[in-house]
């Protein structure tokens, strides 16, 4: 979490006396004030700029190939991911997704979900600016009899209508909402098809029949940080401040965010960095590297465990490192009563996972299945850029959905294998190619039952072939 300096705690009674009247001229913060804000800002601020990336992508920049369609409209895949789908980390491989990027400056909008049937796993996870997974519409929540569920913005004060099943309320106006439907196997893509086509999104005023409003002033969109300067460009934070525009500050944020504003980092504004000193550009380079070095040691101490890095602001109870770390481990993930995801970036002796150098296995005993309400699968990424690998197989993942294909051992366990070559005829049923080159799997832990969330249920090692 992080800490208030002396300093910075000088500087926020500085900005109340100034708005009280004194008429007092603003103090130029030195580079160690900078240096230290700035850490403050980019732990706080990277899940946006990471959250805007795959909003841009998908909904605004036409030209990108990962463009998806407008706001406000349910965007559906009838279709698994695959390596051609770059938009986001760790992207899951298991059920066809639905994508919803909502603007809600000028009305709610509401969201109709159509019945499923009561073993289909589906899932509505509600998403605002800031990452917070404020709500969730979806079998465990809502149920699977559908509905139909208003999405009003933090700024909405109207009436809600007749035959609305939930309110939601998100504390940003715009929000990325992640839609998943279960897919049991090949021969079921027609289902999901037809479950997806049901799915709708529309404003109130046309839910209700009544003239909308006036419309919202349109947006000047501002381009995102490639993937590749995230981490460095002091760009980072004018789109950080781009987006504080749709973010009205919270009650418990005021400090911070009045913290933020006296290095610069304010709604709207435009932070002119090629006038800045050395000395002060420094201060906020440095800034960023630290927080970037905060963000790293909590990844290396997680142990590959992150289910407490998602979740509702209230859960996360100002624990920003560990939103930024959820961030780059694998945006958009879901709170932990919804799903776990456990992590393998080592084997059981410590070492890194790397396809050129071994061969893997994970094994499940008999009767040591995942405990699950929904279903497992175990899905291969490669580093560092955290994307599925192409492999000649086409096969990107194992999960409990294929256990009729799978070959169990001769004890009714299940060994499968993660190596770069084939197992053998008599093993590939059951081999997740490698790349030849270091890599990284995500378990996923649909609906975990208890004795996973409470940690009586120890999810297996990887093992190294010897």
Sequence with gaps: MM????????LVLFLVSMGSGTGRAQSTPSPAEVRAIAKEAYIYGFPMVQAYLTMYAFSIDKSNSQYKGPFNA???FARVFTPEDTAFVTP??????????????AEPIVITIPPVEKNRYWVFQMMDLYTFNFDYIGMRTTGNKGGTFLVA??????????????????????INVVGRTQLFNAADLENVKKIQAKYKAQPLS?????????AAPAIDWIRPVPPREMRTSLYFFNVMNFLLQFCPTQHSETELRARFASIGIAPGKTIDFNSLSPEMTAGWVAGMANGQKEIDARRAASGGNISNFFGTRAFLHGDYVARATGAQMGIGANSKEEALYPLYEKDADGQALDGSKARYTLHFA???????????????YNLPQQLLV????????????????????????LTMYIQADSP??????????APKAPFMLAMRYYLPKQELLDGSWKSPQVQRVK
């Design 3 to 10: 800490k208030k300096t002396f300093c910075s705690a000088l």
């Design 74 to 76: 349910p965007l559906s």
């Design 92 to 105: 899951n491989s298991d059920t066809p997704y639905t994508f919803l990027s909502l603007d809600l400056r």
């Design 153 to 174: 913005g933090p700024l909405w004060k109207g009436t809600v209508p007749p035959g609305i099943t939930k309110v939601l309320r998100p504390e940003t106006e715009f």
């Design 206 to 214: 046309a839910f209700w029949g009544k003239p909308a409003p006036p």
């Design 366 to 380: 008999k009767g040591l299945f995942p405990p699950v309400n929904a279903f497992w699968s175990l899905t291969l």
């Design 390 to 413: 192409k492999n000649p197989i086409n096969r990107y993942l194992i999960n409990s959905p294929m256990m009729p294909d799978l070959k169990l051992d001769s004890d009714g366990g």
């Design 424 to 433: 053998g005829k008599d093993r590939e049923a059951n081999w997740l190619p």
